[in-house]
């Protein structure tokens, strides 16, 4: 991707003062600060916005998508609490950064990304970098993927206008699901915790915004609903 030797040592230094500045605004869980650090964020950047890579804000990645801001990503990893040996599913890869910070993380990631481009380029990215636990597909992930459930994890990284049931259901007891809830202007972050086979719980833990879920309980309009008005 044209990097020369002496811009990682610049981006080392942007990398530092980043994870130094997400430390600072409350993120104190050591191993997601330390996930910052072996994720190269450069390398999942379109290459015209690499200088901006290490600023806490959002980049586009073309087909009107996003990656989001590393200080959203860090908030999503220490809501989880991992241990190590989970196995996550998240809907949304888009860059696919999240989802390396993931894998060094846990166990296990189950990855699905409604763009066929994004999701090609993820699984180059992610491979390059040498992680053998990540699964990247194609597809609609509103529905989850049961084939890998049920998982201890799963999350939701664009955003909802509801909760598409089949996310709770893949879910085993005890496990949560993280997932922007709201309208397309912001979302609130939601964390849901089934903490008994039929039985949820549900906390609030930040307003986010997110470009729109597509799909089951989906905030993207379908072009039919538009075209009736
Ligand atoms: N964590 C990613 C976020 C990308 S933006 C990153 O920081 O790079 C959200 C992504 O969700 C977009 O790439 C969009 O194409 C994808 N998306 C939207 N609806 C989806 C669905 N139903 N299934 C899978 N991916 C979806």
New binding site residues.
């Given amino acids: 991707m044209g990097i020369e030797p002496r811009d990682l040592n610049v981006h080392q230094e942007r990398r530092r003062q980043l994870i130094e500045q997400l430390r600072a605004s409350g993120i104190r869980d050591l191993t997601v600060l330390h996930a910052f650090d072996r994720v190269p964020r450069h390398l999942?950047v379109p290459e015209a916005f690499e200088a901006r890579a290490y600023l806490d804000e959002?980049l586009p990645?073309g087909?009107?998508?996003?990656?989001?801001r590393p200080s959203?990503?860090a908030l999503y990893l220490q809501a989880l609490r991992l241990e190590g040996d989970e196995r996550l599913l998240?809907?949304?890869?888009?860059?696919?950064?999240?989802?390396a910070l993931l894998a060094t993380l846990c166990r296990q990631v189950f990855s699905?990304?409604?763009?066929p481009e994004?999701a090609a380029r993820?699984r180059a990215r992610i491979e390059a970098l040498g992680f053998t636990n990540v699964v990247i597909r194609a597809?609609?992930?509103?529905h989850g993927w049961r084939r890998y459930s049920p998982y201890d994890g799963i999350l939701v990284?664009?955003g909802a206008k509801e909760v598409p049931s089949p996310l709770l259901r893949q879910l085993r007891v005890g496990g949560q699901l993280l997932i922007p809830i709201g309208d397309r202007q912001s979302q609130e972050l939601h964390r849901i915790v089934r903490s008994g086979e039929e039985t949820m719980e549900d906390e609030v833990i930040a307003r986010v915004r997110?470009?729109?879920?597509?799909?089951?309980g989906?905030l993207?309009v379908q072009d039919e609903q538009v075209s009736k008005w």
């Fill in positions: 999942f959002a990645l087909h009107g998508q996003t990656i989001s959203t990503h998240e809907i949304g890869t888009g860059s696919g950064f999240q989802t699905i990304e409604r763009v994004l993820a597809g609609d992930g509103s990284t664009a997110f470009v729109a879920l597509h799909g089951l989906g993207e």
